[in-house]
């Protein structure tokens, strides 16, 4: 049974940092594209940023572009969401998901799309503060 476990959320200042991991088991991690998504409340769950096997393909929402940074680790199962310059407007739940079935053959654009993700971890909560 695949797992995707999220950590590194908590409570930060704007203009902050945070570095999120999401750790994969249960799966061949080498084989999964891995995504981050977001939901504020109230509000529709919105991608934030992925990465395909092996890390040659990354893809960026407009707000995640030039402050966040996304990176893969495949001996340790993992993939990193490094958030710098952290806005209030980041404060959501942060999501990982793992695309297995098609991932050799998604596009960048692809990659921003949450129905193609097979496996979804339970989020973890980024709070930053006026």
């Known amino acids: 049974q695949v797992h995707l476990v999220e950590s590194g959320g908590g409570l930060v200042q704007a203009g902050g940092s945070l570095r999120l991991s999401c750790v994969a088991s249960?799966?061949?991690?080498?084989?999964?594209?891995i995504g981050w998504f977001r939901q504020a409340p109230g509000q529709e769950r919105e991608f934030v940023a992925a990465?395909?096997?092996?890390?040659?393909?990354?893809a960026y929402s407009e707000s995640a572009e030039g402050r966040f940074t996304i990176s893969r680790i495949d001996a340790l199962n993992t993939v990193y969401l490094q958030m710098n310059s952290l806005k209030p407007e980041d404060t959501a739940v942060y999501y990982c998901a793992g695309d297995q079935w098609g991932a050799p053959s998604r596009t960048t654009q692809d990659m921003k799309g949450p129905v193609l993700y097979d496996y979804w971890g339970q989020g973890t909560q980024v709070t930053v503060s006026v």
């Open positions: 990465i395909n096997l092996r890390g040659e393909k990354t």
């Open positions: 249960g799966v061949r991690f080498r084989n999964l594209g």
